[in-house]
């Protein structure tokens, strides 16, 4: 499994996954599985688009910055 962090892509408008500098899962689906560090554990998750863009089961008002992996 890779560890990163997660991004908003505004040309693409849905996340990313940060994993280095110059290194990118290429954007993320509805649907997608993976876990994200929450309270110093990692919960599985998926990512959804209803107005916004969420985690399921995760409550964050912005999911920019979480650490994830997949």
């Known amino acids: ?6 991004i ?12 280095d500098l110059a290194d990118y899962y290429g954007g993320l689906h509805c649907g997608e599985t ?7 554990r990692w919960k599985p998750t998926r990512i959804e688009m209803a107005e916004n863009w969420y985690l399921v089961g995760i409550h964050a008002d912005d ?4 650490r994830v992996r997949i």
């Not at 999911?63 to 979480?66: D, P, R, V």
Request: proline share 0%; net charge negative; no cysteine.
């Open 34 to 40: 993976f876990d994200v560090m929450v309270g110093g």
């Open 63 to 66: 999911l920019s910055g979480l």
């Open 8 to 19: 908003f892509d505004e040309q693409t408008d849905r996340y990313d996954i940060r994993f």
């Open 1 to 6: 499994m890779k560890q990163g962090a997660l």
